[in-house]
């Protein structure tokens, strides 16, 4: 096993409906995170392009971890029961 790790992201430069408080919010988890231990990898404002290369790193440092947790901060959507994070 290896370690603890965290994949942090917070989006709020959406176009027309911009967040107050995501990338914040997402700052806070990842200090939290770190203080318990965790490799902390975080990504703010991603487009499509940096959220499925900060998944693909994430997953293989996931596959021999201890504990990995994926913390997400900013719009998303629910369709058919599928839960989808939005790009900016």
Same mark, same amino acid.
């Given at each position: 096993? +290896?370690? #603890?790790?965290?994949?942090?992201?917070?989006?709020?430069? *959406? %176009?027309? !409906?911009?967040?107050? +408080?995501?990338?914040?919010?997402?700052?806070?988890?990842?200090?939290?995170?770190?203080? #318990?231990?965790?490799?902390?990898?975080?990504?703010?404002? %991603?487009?499509?392009?940096?959220?499925?290369?900060?998944?693909? +790193?994430?997953?293989?440092?996931? !596959?021999?971890?201890?504990?990995?947790?994926?913390?997400?901060?900013?719009?998303?959507?629910? #369709?058919?029961?599928?839960? *989808?994070?939005? %790009?900016?």
């Amino acid at each position: 096993m +290896n370690g #603890r790790h965290a994949l942090v992201i917070g989006a709020i430069a *959406y %176009p027309g !409906q911009e967040l107050e +408080n995501a990338t914040s919010d997402a700052g806070h988890a990842a200090d939290a995170l770190r203080d #318990r231990g965790f490799a902390v990898t975080t990504v703010f404002d %991603p487009s499509l392009a940096a959220i499925d290369a900060a998944l693909t +790193n994430f997953k293989e440092l996931a !596959q021999t971890a201890e504990l990995a947790v994926i913390f997400l901060a900013g719009h998303a959507v629910e #369709r058919h029961g599928r839960g *989808y994070f939005l %790009p900016i």
